[in-house]
């Protein structure tokens, strides 16, 4: 567990605009920052960074948080790892407590990668310092043209082929091999451990943090019934649908060059690196997957896919592209000359013919599965057809309504049929998709209230689920409130008066009339027990609070997708009175505002008692009643002539 004298010290530490502009290309404007989000597409930029409030926030998908929370969603890391890292970036030496649950879930998580070290560390030795190895697996990785350097940057090994070698090494260093067989690096027949990579060259596959979380082990033999290559299997360090090999070397390339270079092999990424071109990643074996597309969506929006020569693989791959189109993502296309592969082609050219025929030859993903098609079809007018219907369903895959319409376009002009016959069957598939979407959520949501989803009720679920409402803030109250921990929270510590703080006059005033909104009272009863202990809270205490209600809301309130033009004052001379300067008739004002809707709310809630009282012929609780109302009249009287205006209901 990190202390949290700690965690106060890389909070403090920590500059929002220096955290997100490692991963995000900034520009400034007025005081904040500007960028498009690196959570969800746009082209026009809604993603805020406020260095004053050491905050992020996109107007457009709602994600918000601090240097932790962005670092958290960015690189999918959990609340610990995310303060080690920011710890490290500011060289901030963090000195953990036990903790019972924390420590046995962090040990446990850490022993993993633990032993994933030592093998990645085995394999490399192996390699460099056995005669199998060098023999064996150094001689066919120079054969491929990798340099030493190449060799020891990817961290490559090799697994001798018996099957005591490693378990024995293993059990030296202490590790449980149950915890090994955990990891797929040993397997388990007839009550033996034996490698599961035994005689195989090794390619460790590390995470965006830079830790080996799995293996790819590729057999030198020419065995058919031994399949080519075998990987680690899933753990709590390693889903294979949300690593992408080679990403952890790559990212800063492929932010850099704003493109992604998208290959199948393990050693095709490691021959275009060397080659340096180090914007390059291959999806580990698996087809690409969702998760895989929005970890390189973090760092470009483009991606560049090399396929080989062959007709059928690249009719096999044309499939999964769509998946990156409806990230919204831009997808080229290049074919390299038949009988090569990336690997061969750049070993045979080098980096710059290598990079000339990529930008000379790559293609537009919808251009080329059109062309690649039609050519297929040939007149066949039921193929062209299929064709046509193949392509609209790819169209129907870009979110962007404005790109999917230039497309729509060009498609029309390509396949020689009507752009409105193309829009049509489009806006179709769209629609049936949202249709299905929302009758999923309905039969969710019916199943989740135990309503019947039989299909002759499926009309009525999509009616109520349909029919729900978001409740939003727009009473008076519920404003007042909203602004009155607005202000709390931004400027609580400041003074009110003389040795008077804003939080303790907004506080007393309101002792007893707490906010409606759950969160907001939890978040006055924070700030009331605080002050009961003679301290105050910063912001910083909200924005880094671990209840996520909370959280949220802090950075909810502290966040505006507005602000003031320098030219007010610059060019036009208007000036425009802030808060800071001006607390105590504004800090007045505002609690008068939010009394006064407090008074309103009871004698509304007051006037239904009475209308009870008199139904059911009860005078004393009637005139008892009846007096608490002269009471809030008189109460609303006092208050409007205070805030010097009329009662606006």
Not at 172 to 180: A, H, I, P, S, V
Not at 606 to 617: L, P, R
Request: aromatic residues 10%; contains cysteine.
């Amino acid at each position: 567990m990190i202390p949290q004298n700690t965690i106060a010290s890389i909070t403090e530490a920590a500059r929002i605009e220096e955290v997100v502009g490692d991963f995000v290309t900034l520009k400034k404007r007025g005081v904040n920052f500007i960028a498009c989000c690196p959570f969800h597409n746009e082209k026009t930029p809604s993603f805020t960074v406020s260095p004053t409030k050491n905050i992020y926030k996109c107007f457009g998908c709602g994600e918000a948080g601090s240097s932790i929370n962005f670092v958290m969603e960015h690189e999918n890391m959990t609340y610990p790892d995310a303060l080690r890292y920011l710890a490290k970036k500011y060289n901030i030496h963090i000195e953990e407590i036990d903790d019972d649950k924390g420590r046995e879930e962090r040990q446990a998580r850490d022993s993993l990668f633990i032993i994933n070290h030592f093998a990645q560390e085995h394999f490399q030795h192996n390699l460099q310092h056995t005669d199998e190895g060098k023999s064996v697996a150094l001689s066919y990785f120079r054969s491929r043209g990798f340099t030493d350097t190449t060799i020891e940057k990817f961290q490559l090994g090799y697994s001798i082929e018996d099957w005591d070698t490693f378990t024995n090494a293993a059990k030296e260093k202490g590790y449980r091999l149950e915890l090994l067989k955990k990891l797929g690096l040993v397997g388990e027949k007839n009550g033996r451990y034996y490698p599961f990579f035994r005689g195989r060259v090794m390619f460790p596959i590390h995470g965006l943090s830079g830790k080996v979380v799995a293996f790819a082990g590729r057999t030198l033999k020419k065995d058919k019934k031994s399949p080519k290559y075998v990987n680690s299997p899933e753990t709590e360090i390693y889903n294979k649908s949300k690593v992408l090999y080679g990403m952890f070397l790559a990212r800063q390339a492929v932010r850099k060059q704003d493109d992604c270079i998208l290959v199948e092999g393990y050693t095709d990424v490691i021959s275009l690196h060397q080659a340096g071109i180090e914007n390059v990643v291959a999806s580990s074996g698996t087809s690409l997957t969702p998760d895989q597309v929005r970890l390189i969506k973090r760092y470009t929006p483009n991606i560049t896919i090399l396929y080989d020569g062959d007709a059928a693989g690249i009719k096999a791959a044309l499939r999964g592209v769509d998946i990156i189109l409806t990230e919204g993502m831009n997808v080229k296309v290049v074919i390299l000359p038949e009988g090569e592969d990336p690997d061969s082609f750049v070993q045979a050219k080098g980096k710059t013919e290598f990079l000339n025929y990529v930008k000379e030859i790559q293609k537009d993903f919808i251009f080329f599965k059109a062309d690649l098609l039609l050519k297929e079809a040939g007149d066949d007018p039921i193929k062209k057809s299929a064709v046509i219907q193949d392509l609209i369903k790819t169209l129907a895959k870009i979110p962007d309504p404005i790109k999917r319409a230039l497309y729509v376009r060009e498609c029309a002009n390509l396949l020689d049929i009507s752009e409105r016959l193309i829009i049509t069957q489009t806006n179709k598939i769209k629609y049936n998709q949202i249709q299905k979407k929302q009758n999923q959520q309905s039969l969710k949501e019916a199943q989740e209230a135990h309503l019947p989803a039989s299909t002759q009720d499926l009309a009525e679920i999509e009616r109520i689920a349909n029919k729900k409402v978001v409740k939003q803030e727009t009473t008076g109250l519920a404003l007042c409130e909203r602004d009155l921990v607005r202000l709390l929270l931004e400027f609580g510590e400041e003074f009110y008066d003389i040795d008077y703080y804003v939080a303790v006059y907004i506080i007393q005033q309101t002792l007893d009339l707490p906010p409606t909104n759950p969160t907001y009272n939890k978040m006055v009863q924070l700030y009331r027990e605080h002050l009961e202990e003679g301290k105050t809270l910063s912001k910083d205490f909200f924005l880094e609070y671990q209840d996520p209600k909370i959280n949220k809301a802090a950075i909810d309130l502290l966040s505006s997708p507005y602000e003031l033009s320098e030219n007010w004052k610059i060019r036009h001379e208007i000036f425009v009175t802030e808060i800071v300067k001006n607390f105590k008739p504004e800090v007045e004002n505002l609690v008068n505002r939010y009394k006064l809707r407090w008074v309103l709310k009871m004698k509304d809630e007051n006037q239904e008692k009475i209308k009870e009282a008199q139904k059911a012929n009860d005078i004393d609780t009637s005139l008892a009643l009846l007096k608490n109302q002269m009471q809030y009249e008189e109460w609303i009287k006092q208050l409007t002539t205070k805030l010097k205006g009329v009662i606006i209901r």
